[in-house]
């Protein structure tokens, strides 16, 4: 590897790919890429007088080929979910040596945290900050009558 490349990515060791690419980590890879393409033409170092536009083509770059691989995805999540104080390339050089102490190490679904719509919720009774809101769901009615020993 490049000794520029590898200095470039020691100083990215504190950086969140999401946030160089300007992306959430629920964002599709499609998502990934248009975000990717707009950066690229502004800090492209052929377009801008930046002298700082090499190393964060070069940023953007590493963000986009590690956040639309799904392999390296799913490791680069399973890193930041770790807690390791190493940077994730470093991690990366590592990995199978840190595989069989990181068999802990689980990708969250991001499908779980998604609020149901509006129009699918109402507020209960409760007044101000007790209030509850409670989804509208056909099998509620069930749960409560078996719950209540009615069925």
Known sequence: MDLDFLSCLDALADTCYYKILGVDSSSTVEQIEAEFRLKAREFHPDKSDNPDSTFQFQAINRAKQVLTD???RKQYEC????GLNIPFERWLLLKDQFHTC???C?????ADKMLPPADALSVSSGHGPF?????????NNLLSQFRAYKI
């Open 102 to 104: 990181m068999h802990w």
């Open 131 to 139: 209030a509850v809101i409670q989804e509208h769901n056909p099998c």
């Open 79 to 82: 890193w930041k979910s770790s």
């Open 106 to 110: 689980a990708v969250s679904n991001n």
């Open 70 to 72: 799904p392999k390296l």
